[in-house]
Each structure stands twice: as C-alpha cells, then as structure tokens.
C-alpha cells in the first residue's frame, strides 16, 4: 500500500511567486527533459518516465529500483562510461552494466537491452521542437566485451541544466526541504530526485512528475503509476 501524501504546506509568498514564474517562463525557452526509458535492462523490461516541467521524482521502497535508474540513465547517457563507480549514485565498483544487464537471475547467455532520453523545448515562434537520443546496450556469458552503441550528444545552447538527487532528505525537515525546492527553481534546474517517502508537496515547487514504483509480480518488474504535482495538487496522471 502507498501511504497519502503530505498534506499542504501554506502558499509560498508573492516574491516566491513570482520567482518561481519567471523560472518557469526561462525554461520553457531551453531545452528541458520531457521522457527517459529503460528497455530491457535489470528488473526494467519497458518502462517510460515522463517528466512535468522539467522534474521528476521516484519514489519507492527500497531495492524498489529507485537509483538503479540514475544508474542506467544518467550520467551514463551524457558520456557513455560504463567505469562502475562513475554509474553507481554511492560511487561504488560492485554493480557493472555487465551485471545489470545479466545479473540477478536474468536468463539466457545474451541480453540486449536500451536506454534513452528526450528533450523538450517551445522555440520563439512558440512551436514545440524535440530530440531523443539513447544506448544499445549487449552482454553475453561468453567472454567478450560489454557492447554499446550511442548517438553522440552535442552541447548546444540553451542546454539543459539537470541535477540529480539520490535519496538527500533523509532528516531534512519539510521547512528546510521547501527552501531547497524554491532553490532549484530559483536556479533554473531541472531535477530528477528518489525518495523513499518523499511526495514533494511544497507549496515552493512548481510542479513535478511522481512516479511511483510497483514491485513484486510474477516477473518481477519494475513498473510505476504517475502522478502529478502542479504546485497547489497532486493529481493522478
């Protein structure tokens, strides 16, 4: 069962407001991640996140898969190094993409799996323009190498400015965490966040997409529900 979410916070004030507008109305004119999916990799048979605004939130049990999506998706998909500790989000060398793709009861001696990102943005014309971009990934028992294949991402103004928060308000209280979020939009970041209870409800927040993720069926995937926040409700969708 998932728990309900915390109840409201009082409104933001008017210069937070109107902060949080001005944010809003610069990211709308550069480019914003809008979806991120992983195929075929770990306990992610097809599964698809789409962001609000920019944000994102995962928010799971723990062993739920929650920072093994950071792992498969960024920064990976950024530079391509498949080094362990740059994927793992605590720095570590035990998991490879090798393990991922064959470890923890994956069947057959080949898998090929995709991982894969797209971006959003309105031009000045206010037309919508977009572009994705992803990795073929394959591991086999046999000895060989970890292939991947990967389109080239070039930087190009106005990029997008993502950051990635692992798990961060462990004993933060909800004031200080509010203050954090109103930050992030002050700054003009796009986030992409896990939590294992966290429903980023704060007034100081905009808006963000909640994925919840669902475990435990016959095959063990990952799966999620969507919701929602636009800033004063959390809505399923």
């Not at 996140?49 to 928010?59: A, E, V, Y």
């Not at 362990?84 to 060398?93: A, E, H, I, V």
């Not at 004993?171 to 002050?186: C, E, K, M, P």
Request: aromatic share 10%.
């Amino acid at each position: 069962m998932t728990e309900h979410p915390f109840p409201r916070l009082p409104e933001p004030t008017e210069p937070a407001v109107a902060g949080a507008a001005r944010a809003a109305a610069a990211a709308g004119s550069r480019w914003q991640p809008h979806r991120v999916g992983i195929l075929n990799v770990w306990r992610y048979y097809d599964e698809t996140f789409t962001f609000h605004q920019g944000r994102l939130l995962l928010r799971g049990q723990n062993g739920s898969g929650k920072s093994k999506a950071l792992e498969l998706l960024l920064p990976f998909l950024f530079d391509a190094s498949l080094r362990p500790n740059r994927l793992s989000t605590f720095g570590g060398s035990e998991r490879t993409m090798h393990w991922n793709l064959l470890g923890e009861g994956a069947s057959g001696k080949t898998r090929v799996g995709y991982v894969w990102m797209e971006f959003r943005r309105v031009g000045d014309d206010g037309t919508e323009r977009w572009f994705g971009f992803g990795a073929r990934l394959q591991a086999s028992t046999a000895p060989a190498p970890l292939r991947r294949r990967r389109r080239p991402l070039r930087g190009s103004a106005p990029a997008p400015r993502p950051i990635l928060l692992d798990e961060v308000f462990v004993g933060v209280d909800t004031v200080n965490r509010g203050q954090v979020f109103a930050l992030l939009t002050a700054l003009d970041l796009d986030l992409m966040v896990t939590s294992d209870h966290e429903w980023c409800t704060y007034g100081e927040l905009p808006g963000i997409a909640v994925h919840q993720l669902l475990t435990g069926g016959d095959d063990d995937a990952v799966t999620s529900a969507r919701f929602v926040w636009n800033g004063s409700d959390l809505e399923v969708g």
